[in-house]
């Protein structure tokens, strides 16, 4: 039997191999799914990195996916089905799946919804460790810049915006004063959370950057290598034979949301600062925080500490408000997307 989780995003994605089904007929019992969900006033919605779909109505959730042969319904119950096809870029599936899913939706509307309850932000070194370091003159005067106070600066402050615009939600800090963690005692953090059924928690590792090239610059945000493996289930959390297929569904909806959420945040960023910081993009690694913190997670390097002129504007309280505005507008519009769509994006 599988045990009740409390973390994001059970049970959303399968094991999968795409086929390559671009010759293959569509059976006769198949139909398209777009202009079926149509038919029963259905909402598709469809993540092009894991191929999962979603049919949402009523607070009714019917999701799957392409080339596999189970669904979810409300991410609780699972359900044999007939496999889904993609052929010529259109997704096919059972006509009796479609009725199965009108089913559940003419059922009572779900009442809870799947929510983010937790946001980490994680603001990088601290005490003994003062990370990079950098130095700015102002004044006449030399001062030395540590990565420290620059990230605990920015996540004290988004964190106090972050509790104001959600009151509903734990705003959680690894660090709100200049202590030192170990990178085991952050992550420790983390995976402790304790989440209602519904809710989801999300991670934001906060950095400033260095380089021995003084002209390096500019910000980037890190999310986990996609082929980078973990177990992410415990071993007492469900039966050893679902515990493969299970991990390796929530994995992949880990690194999936991950990306988004870094999406969210670059574009945020690249709009308060973007003018006079350049963008360095997304990149995957893996990064001892987004490796072992079983959540969507993502690592920022607000700018270089090594750079003179990046480093004055990091010394400056009203660029770093600019920083956290940015990293706040992210968090907050992958927050309504999460909540609105689970991460999926809709056909309609």
Known sequence: MLKKFSTFFLILTF???IFALTNQAVPENYVPLVESAEK???????????????????????????????????????????RPIKVNNQIFVSQSMI?????????????????????????????????????????????????????LSVGNELASMLRMKYPDKRIIMTRSTDVYLTLEQRVDIANSVKLEENEAVIYISIHANSSFKSDASGFEVWYLSPGYRRNVIGEKDVDADLRPILNSMLEEEYTTES??????????????????????GLKAEEWFVVRNSYMPSVLVEVGFVSNSSEAYNLSEPSYLHKITVGLYNGVGSFV???????GFTTFQ
């Open 15 to 17: 094991t999968f191999s």
């Open 40 to 82: 029963i006033n259905a909402k598709v919605y469809f993540d092009p990195l894991s191929y999962s779909c979603m049919l949402q109505k009523n607070g009714n959730v019917y999701s799957f996916r392409i080339d596999d042969e189970i669904a979810v319904l409300n991410f609780r119950q699972f359900k044999a089905i007939d």
């Open 99 to 151: 009725d199965d899913a009108n089913l559940l939706f003419l059922q009572k509307k779900v009442d809870e919804n799947f929510r983010i309850g937790v946001i980490l932000i994680d603001p990088g070194h601290g005490g003994k460790d003062p990370g990079t370091v950098g130095n700015v003159v102002k004044n006449g005067k030399k001062q030395h810049l540590y990565e420290k106070d620059i990230v």
């Open 259 to 280: 990306i988004l959420m870094a999406k969210f945040i670059h574009d945020g960023l690249d709009k308060q600062i973007g003018s006079v910081s350049k963008s360095r």
């Open 336 to 342: 309504t997307h999460f909540e609105q769509s689970r």
